[in-house]
C-alpha cells in the first residue's frame, strides 16, 4: 500500500497551464502503476491519463490526449500531469491512484482496477 498526496491545483484562466503532482510514499513505487481521475462538478468521476509502472507507457482519455502529459519520476516517487490550453469544462477535483503491478504494461483506465487514491486537489478554470 503507498500513500499519495496530490499538489499543484489552483485557479487559472482558459488557455493557461497547470503542472499537478502525485506524491507517493514507500519504497517499492517503481512496481505500481498510476492513474489520473478527475470528478467535474456534479458529475461522474472519469479518466484522464494512466502511467505504466516504469514510465515509458502512458493511455490517455481521448478528448484529453492533445492537451495533457503523464510522467513519472520514481526516483522522487512522484507522477506529474502537465496540463495545457485547459478550459472551462476541464475544471473538476483531480485525483491520483495507484496500484502494484506485476504486469509490465499495465495502464488502467478504470477506477475500480486501483487501490490507493490521494485526496484530490482542485483545479478550476476561469473563461
Known amino acids: 500500500q503507498v500513500q499519495l498526496v496530490e499538489s499543484g491545483g489552483g485557479l487559472v484562466q482558459a488557455g493557461g497551464s497547470l503542472r499537478l503532482s502525485c506524491a507517493a510514499s514507500g519504497r517499492t513505487f517503481s512496481m505500481y502503476a498510476v492513474g489520473w481521475f478527475r470528478q467535474p462538478p456534479g458529475k461522474e468521476r472519469e479518466f484522464v491519463a494512466a502511467?505504466?509502472?516504469?514510465?515509458?507507457?502512458?493511455y490517455y482519455a481521448d478528448s484529453m490526449k492533445a492537451r495533457f502529459t503523464i510522467s513519472r519520476d520514481n526516483a522522487k516517487n512522484t507522477v506529474y500531469l502537465q496540463m495545457n490550453n485547459l478550459k472551462p469544462e476541464d475544471t473538476a477535483v483531480y485525483y491520483c491512484?495507484?496500484?502494484?503491478?506485476?504486469?509490465?504494461?499495465?495502464?488502467?483506465?478504470?477506477?475500480?482496477?486501483?487501490?490507493?487514491w490521494g485526496q484530490g486537489t482542485l483545479v478550476t478554470v476561469s473563461s
Open positions: 502511467i505504466n509502472r516504469a514510465g515509458d507507457t502512458e
Open positions: 491512484a495507484s496500484r502494484y503491478s506485476g504486469a509490465y504494461y499495465f495502464t488502467g483506465r478504470a477506477s475500480s482496477e486501483y487501490d490507493d
